[in-house]
T-cell receptor, first 114, second 116 residues
Framework: AQSVAQPEDQVNVAEGNPLTVKCTYS??????LFWYVQYPNRGLQFLLK??????LVKGSYGFEAEFNKSQTSFHLKKPSALVSDSALYFC????????????FGTGTRLLVSP | DAGITQSPRHKVTETGTPVTLRCHQT?????MYWYRQDPGHGLRLIHY???????DKGEVSDGYSVSRSKTEDFLLTLESATSSQTSVYFC???????????????FGEGSRLTVL
């Protein structure tokens, strides 16, 4: 069965600094990996995904993520954080064969201070 | 915008009462899901549907049932609500199942349920 770990409940960063939100995964096969963001009292919004190919994936709002197969990681990054990036971020994984359900991590709260 | 509407958005009920949450989509997607979100647990899948009258259980299906009599509507029912079912419930759709789709989900705005 697949699983996702987000080791940090919260990440604090100052505006303008680079940010990283960590995600590691476990699947018995090749994964599809996703990042979602959730703003207060809203549903989750899709940010980006890794399917195959280039290990560096670019997504919405200037975010990117790097797939590292040897470390089974898919960390979310942004070169320069904005206060408006403060939100709850979820990593998710599924197998890349047929219909597979998406499994989510427990989420990481990102707080960007002015 | 994936055209997903959840209702009600907020509900307070008492233990033992039945509750039905509705998810309505406007784009004829085949796959629909119900998740619950709880602190420390992230999102957990309750039930999902891969077509009209075709549903299956997720990882936390006990105490919940679903129905899908039309493509556009996916109903989640708590037959006898308990305090442990206090949560935020999210409906989602995906394009999974067709070649070239990758399974990303698109979510509704959520239904906050409080069981007293």
């Amino acid at each position: 069965a697949q699983s996702v770990a987000q080791p940090e409940d919260q990440v604090n960063v100052a505006e303008g600094n680079p940010l990283t939100v960590k995600c590691t995964y476990s699947v018995s096969g090749n994964p599809y990996l996703f990042w979602y963001v959730q703003y207060p009292n809203r549903g989750l919004q899709f940010l980006l995904k890794y399917i195959t190919g280039d290990n560096l994936v670019k997504g919405s709002y200037g975010f990117e993520a790097e797939f590292n197969k040897s470390q089974t990681s898919f960390h979310l990054k942004k070169p320069s954080a904005l206060v408006s990036d403060s939100a709850l971020y979820f990593c998710a994984v599924r197998l890349n064969t047929g219909f597979q359900k998406l499994v989510f991590g427990t989420g990481t709260r990102l707080l960007v201070s002015p | 915008d994936a055209g997903i509407t959840q209702s009600p958005r907020h509900k307070v009920t008492e233990t033992g009462t039945p509750v039905t949450l509705r998810c309505h989509q406007t784009e004829n997607h085949r796959y629909m899901y119900w998740y619950r979100q709880d602190p420390g647990h992230g999102l957990r899948l309750i039930h999902y549907s891969y077509g009209v009258k075709d549903t299956d259980k997720g990882e936390v299906s006990d105490g919940y049932s679903v129905s899908r009599s039309k493509t556009e509507d996916f109903l989640l029912t708590l037959e006898s609500a308990t305090s442990s079912q206090t949560s935020v419930y999210f409906c989602a759709i995906s394009y999974t199942g067709t070649s070239g789709s990758n399974g990303e989900l698109f979510f509704g705005e959520g239904s906050r349920l409080t069981v007293l």
